[in-house]
């Protein structure tokens, strides 16, 4: 069973940076393309980043402003986001997101596996 497992929330104050991580376990095939989402408080869940492995290219959402940075290492199907100079409307639940091969649609919201989620707390 595929299982997406996220870390590296937590508490930082407006202006620090935090390192999100989420491993793919339980998968025969590499995940492309990995994302990250999140969803604010009273809010719908929306895209931040993506990372497609087959050509290396990344995507991130407008609000991210060059301050996020999505990587990962494919063989491993693991994931990162590095979040720099952090806003409190980054507060939210976390979300990692993988598409396993012949699961097609947008790489913006089309994921056949996402975790649990991981809670993001940015304090003025």
């Known amino acids: 069973q595929v299982q997406l497992v996220e870390s590296g929330g937590g508490l930082v104050q407006a202006g620090g940076s935090l390192r999100l991580s989420c491993a793919a376990s339980?998968?025969?095939?590499?995940?492309?393309?990995m994302g990250w989402f999140r969803q604010a408080p009273g809010k719908e869940r929306e895209f931040v980043a993506v990372?497609?492995?087959?050509?290396?290219?990344?995507d991130d959402a407008d609000f991210v402003e060059g301050r996020f940075t999505i990587s990962g290492d494919s063989a491993k199907n693991t994931v990162y986001l590095q979040m720099n100079r952090m806003k409190t409307e980054a507060t939210g639940v976390y979300y990692c997101?993988?598409?396993?091969?012949?699961?097609?649609?947008?790489?913006?919201?089309?994921?056949?596996?996402w975790g649990q989620g991981t809670q993001v707390t940015v304090s003025s």
């Open positions: 339980g998968s025969t095939f590499n995940m492309s393309p």
């Open positions: 990372i497609t492995w087959s050509d290396g290219k990344t």
């Open positions: 997101a993988g598409r396993t091969p012949y699961y097609s649609g947008s790489v913006y919201h089309d994921y056949n596996y």
